[in-house]
């Protein structure tokens, strides 16, 4: 019985889930083609000539802006959301990320106006951080709030399932791109066309998202009681605890997207010389083991706890870190495919079950602004800083090393984990 009414309440919430989908799956592909166009072409297009590792790096931290942005949109965001509701919050955040990512596409390069080519794309990429960083939140919480009992990792999975589809858009994108242009062409406009592409799908988010309505336990927490004045002076004062635990168990899902995407993407088009369209293609085979793994994760996250899946992803993570850099150093095609394949099936495990756990930490007129602010604030230790240090370790030491940044992320999440079992969450 519990099972038919899971199935027939996704299908009375299916508008409520797919919004949820949906308008994740646009930010994330937002995000992501600023990351994929990061590794390919912004170290060309929009930082001058110097050594192509120097021009990387750069770009990389151009990519790292939105890392810091996104804690300020979580505050922000998740004030208004925990004020004014859950609805009205993600319609802004949506155009706020989508409008960024439009005018990307039309930003001239560095050889056109010089240094206020990359001033303006660092901006727009703090745009795209303000946006998602009040994202995320909006949307697990749309999800786990209209949730049947027992079934909150289930419906969490679906705001998860953003991710891969989004990533599935911008390299697919990218991809054919690379296929039906020259690389004269490419480089030349081909590579605004994704950025400008954005604006089709955020209308489509936007349809979407105006018919909902506020979530039953939002409406019934407003009902009780007025909300706090200042939502994020209240987390610290009362639940700052468990702000920083839920900070810390994010920290591997970041560190092994970054590394598995962005960074693996630079080191195997620039210092392995393998075609860009092989390891677009390479990428996209392997991100769909990370969908397999975030609808496993939150089937079993229902069945035992999202912490114990989550400290099982953990676990296989920092396994995996280990065997990472080897893989990659082989510079064969089968090794690279299997370990990118493995990190992202890992990846499912310690991301997957967070749309149920970290909404879990905070009571409800607090979630909007807890879950984001943790979950974004996670973003800034595992991933701004992975491709960077990543790229600086291959220098220094050779790619064998980069893995073990992952298995000291898994290792920083498990502390985080430690801390909600201990509590009982």
């Not at 922000?76 to 439009?102: A, E, N, P, Q």
């Not at 786990?144 to 679906?158: K, T």
Request: hydrophobic share 55%.
């Amino acid at each position: 019985m519990g099972n038919e009414n899971g199935i027939g309440a996704i299908w009375r919430n299916r508008r409520v889930l797919g919004a949820s989908l949906v308008g994740t799956a646009v930010e994330f592909y937002d995000f992501y083609i600023y990351a994929t166009a990061a590794s390919l072409i912004f170290p060309a297009l929009f930082f001058p000539a110097s050594s192509p590792t120097a021009q990387l790096m750069a770009s990389y931290g151009s990519l790292s802006l939105a890392f810091f942005a996104r804690p300020l949109g979580a505050a922000v965001f998740g004030h208004y959301g925990d004020r004014i509701g859950r609805k009205v919050t993600l319609v802004i955040s949506l155009m706020l990320m989508g409008g960024s990512t439009l005018a990307i596409g039309f930003l001239p390069t560095y050889q056109m106006i010089g240094w206020w080519a990359p001033l303006i794309l660092c901006i727009l990429r703090f745009g795209q951080g303000l946006g998602l960083g009040g994202e995320w939140g909006g949307a697990a919480l749309l999800a786990v709030e209209n949730a049947p009992p027992g079934w909150r990792a289930r419906f969490g999975m679906f705001p998860q399932l953003g991710a891969p589809v989004g990533f599935l858009a911008a390299n697919g994108m990218f991809l054919l791109l690379g296929l039906w242009l020259s690389d004269e062409e490419f480089f030349a406009w081909g590579w605004r066309l994704p950025f400008l592409g954005s604006a089709v799908l955020v209308f489509v988010g936007l349809w979407v998202r105006l018919k909902l309505t506020e979530t039953p336990e939002f409406a019934a927490a407003q009902a009780e009681a007025p909300p706090p004045a200042v939502p994020l002076a209240t987390l610290f004062q009362s639940h700052l605890g468990a702000a920083i635990a839920g900070t810390f168990a994010v920290v591997a899902c970041f560190a092994i997207y970054y590394i598995a995407t962005a960074f693996a993407l630079g080191y195997g088009t620039t210092i392995l010389k393998i075609d860009r369209e092989i390891f677009l293609s390479v990428q996209l085979g392997a991100i769909i083991f990370m969908a397999i793994s975030i609808v496993l994760a939150g089937w079993w996250a229902d069945k035992t706890s999202p912490t114990r899946v989550l400290v099982v992803g953990c676990i296989g993570t920092v396994l995996m870190g280990v065997a990472f850099g080897p893989a990659m150093g082989t510079g064969a095609l089968l090794p690279i495919f299997l370990i990118l394949s493995l990190a992202l099936f890992m990846m499912g495990f310690v991301y997957g079950p967070l749309g149920a756990y970290l909404p879990a930490l905070f009571p409800v007129q607090l979630r909007y602004t807890g879950a984001s602010f943790s979950f974004n604030l996670g973003g800034i230790i595992g991933g701004a800083l992975a491709p960077i240090v990543a790229t600086w370790l291959i220098a220094a030491q050779g790619v064998e090393l980069v893995g073990l940044y992952m298995a000291a992320a898994a290792a920083i999440s498990l502390l985080g984990l430690w801390w909600t079992s201990r509590h009982g969450y």
